[in-house]
């Protein structure tokens, strides 16, 4: 690799490690390179980047922690010295306890004439701040100078360049320890990719998100991800043309289950969702004797109320159940959960089986079946009460870990939706989803996520070989978050309802 690459949107999909797994490609690395020089190559790729993302800087300020990534910092600091911009570095912490390579990354740079200070400067003014506090050394919450000088960077107008991670947040979860976090405008992995980074307060904290292998090539694909971030690849086989002999039997049918008294929206957009998704047929079986039996809109949608009482029907079709479901939908589970080949579970569907221990024994015996198989999609408080956690923010504080846990528990793909959606399943390394935006909160799209998957699921049984209900997740989250973004560069100052979502997905390729 030539230098830092922008990361998003990924054109491949990248193996993400945690940090002892991040630590371990480090000390890998170092061990096989002359002494210093893997700090020296981060110091030089964080200047590069600098000069790029602020070309017109003239003056930059370096918080520079107690640790290597200060040393990193140093590094910086000599290569954006000689490209001639006045560099001004501010160490926090005692410099006689730095590492070796920091302390030598620090008298290289006083020799090339930096001019460094301890604490806090009494007076500051920069075109382009770097955060080289923490990174993987982060143990806690930042306090004291550590996190004055956090806040002094966020106060800033100008760019903020992170190395590695930004200080504060914690590169497993993507959550912030405490209250001080560098809000970066750009963040620099190096040599490996954090899974902090793309899920949780990750993106909002990172800001454009480059990597730089530091000349060690395939070093960090060699080793064991914590998880994958997801890309367009997976989705390319489920774009294969259609042959001309084929028909609306080919590509499934798709039950949605839901709409109770005074939610019939939910399952109207679901249904909608799962023929934009290219099934062959969609039959939304009402929960509301008094639901519509049209769609004006979409009248390809047909409507059988109890539909979810036919046998012969689940065991042809693919089910989505529990969109705007409402309480009664307990009653609905058992045969869905006994007779459905591809089941999606979502919203109140989740809820009921989250509060009766006999659904819950149900959903496990279907893992158990060859030709059974379940995607969960909760939104975090709901996996919060499948779970057993007291709240939604137990979930965004471990998402990789509770998704995995779910899906280990009900034996089941489980698909946590919200920033870096997870994608988990037994047996498999998980995926974080890096599509989409912040305009997806909104009341039902996350209804659309599960009909699009039930309409990708049923399409794709004409595959050969039939992709796993894992990939189906994988690419159902990519190709929505893909919707929203491609809304979002259409009509930038709108609000994105649902409607106008699926008004995207449903567009051709």
Same mark, same amino acid.
């Given at each position: 690799m030539n230098g830092p690459i922008s990361i998003l949107p990924p054109d491949i999909p990248w193996p993400l490690h945690d940090l002892a797994g991040s630590r371990q490609i480090e000390a890998i690395t170092a061990a096989q390179l002359p002494p210093h020089t893997l700090m020296q190559r981060a110091g030089l790729a964080t200047a590069k980047l600098a000069l790029a993302v602020a070309? &017109?800087?003239?003056?930059?300020?370096? *918080?520079?922690?107690?640790? &290597?990534?200060?040393?990193?910092?140093?590094?910086?600091?000599?290569?954006?010295?000689?490209?001639?911009?006045?560099?001004?570095?501010?160490?926090?912490? &005692?410099?006689?306890?730095?590492?070796?390579?920091?302390?030598?990354?620090?008298?290289?740079?006083?020799?090339?004439?930096? *001019?460094?200070?301890?604490?806090?400067?009494?007076?500051?003014?920069?075109?382009?701040?770097?955060?080289?506090?923490?990174?993987?050394? =982060?143990?806690?919450?930042?306090e004291g100078e550590l996190a004055a000088a956090i806040h002094?960077? &966020?106060?800033?107008?100008?760019?903020?360049?992170?190395?590695?991670l930004p200080s504060g947040l914690d590169g497993d979860?993507?959550?912030?320890?405490?209250?001080?976090?560098?809000?970066?405008?750009?963040?620099?992995?190096?040599?490996?990719?954090?899974?902090?980074?793309?899920?949780?307060?990750?993106?909002?904290?990172?800001?454009?998100?480059?990597?730089?292998? =530091?000349?060690?090539?395939?070093?960090?694909?060699?080793?064991?991800?914590?998880?994958? =971030?997801?890309? *367009?690849?997976?989705?390319?086989p489920f774009w294969q043309p259609r042959r001309h002999a084929q028909h609306k039997g080919s590509f499934g049918d798709v039950i949605v289950v839901g709409g109770a008294a005074n939610m019939a929206g939910a399952a109207l957009l679901a249904g909608r969702a799962a023929l934009a998704a290219g099934a062959g047929r969609v039959y939304v079986s009402a929960l509301d004797s008094n639901a519509p039996t049209?769609?004006?809109?979409?009248p390809e949608l047909m409507f059988k109320p109890g539909l979810w009482q036919d046998r012969s029907a689940l065991m042809a079709s693919t089910v989505v159940c529990g969109c705007g479901a409402g309480e009664s939908v307990g009653d609905v589970l058992p045969p869905l959960l006994a007779h459905a080949p591809r089941l999606v579970l979502d919203a109140d569907a989740l809820n009921a089986i989250a509060k009766d221990t006999g659904l819950q024994r149900q959903l496990l015996a279907r893992a158990g079946r060859a030709d059974h198989a379940t995607?969960?999609?909760?939104?975090?408080?709901?996996?919060?009460?499948l779970a057993g956690l007291h709240d939604a923010a137990a979930v965004q504080g471990a998402r990789l870990s509770v998704a995995e846990q779910l899906a280990a528990r009900f034996g089941c793909t489980v698909l946590l939706k919200g920033s870096g959606s997870v994608i988990a399943t037994p047996g498999q390394v998980s995926v974080i989803n890096p599509s989409g935006n912040a305009r997806l909160a909104s009341a039902g799209t996350g209804d659309v996520l599960a009909g699009w998957l039930g309409g990708l699921w049923a399409a794709s049984q004409t595959h050969s070989p039939q992709p796993p209900c894992s990939l189906v997740a994988q690419v159902a989250a990519w190709t929505h978050g893909r919707g929203a973004e491609a809304e979002d560069a259409l009509h930038p100052h709108l609000a994105l309802t649902a409607s106008a979502l699926l008004a995207q997905l449903a567009r051709p390729a």
């Open positions: 070309p &017109n800087a003239t003056t930059v300020w370096i *918080a520079a922690g107690p640790g &290597n990534n200060g040393g990193d910092g140093f590094e910086a600091a000599l290569h954006l010295q000689h490209a001639g911009k006045r560099v001004q570095v501010s160490l926090f912490g &005692n410099p006689a306890l730095q590492p070796v390579d920091a302390a030598l990354a620090r008298s290289r740079a006083q020799q090339a004439g930096v *001019a460094i200070s301890s604490g806090l400067p009494s007076e500051l003014h920069a075109d382009l701040s770097v955060d080289a506090l923490l990174a993987l050394g =982060l143990k806690r919450a930042p002094q960077m &966020n106060a800033m107008a100008w760019p903020r360049l992170a190395i590695d979860t993507g959550q912030s320890h405490g209250h001080a976090v560098v809000r970066a405008t750009h963040t620099l992995a190096l040599l490996s990719l954090k899974p902090g980074l793309f899920t949780a307060q990750g993106r909002d904290h990172a800001g454009v998100i480059w990597f730089d292998d =530091l000349g060690t090539t395939t070093l960090s694909a060699s080793q064991a991800p914590r998880a994958w =971030l997801g890309s *367009a690849v997976a989705a390319l049209v769609d004006a809109g979409w995607v969960l999609t909760p939104h975090p408080l709901e996996a919060a009460r």
